[in-house]
């Protein structure tokens, strides 16, 4: 669907950002991983920056675990 309108982009879509938390880059068991900062200090897990496969296969690493940066 094409939208033609005089007002700018941001008004027009004004309301449908979500309010998604901001993801940071942390360390965590000495592998550097990235989540979401919860409300009680802790981080849920989206995902893990690694170039050495079995650091994807354990359980501790699996996205969505929330874990205490070292």
Known sequence: MILYTPLPMEMVLKGLESDMPT????????????GYKMGDGRYELTR?????????LQPDFQPGNQISPD
């Open 23 to 34: 993801m940071s880059i942390l360390s965590y068991k000495g592998r550097t991983v990235m």
């Open 48 to 56: 893990i920056l690694s170039t050495d496969p079995k650091d994807f």
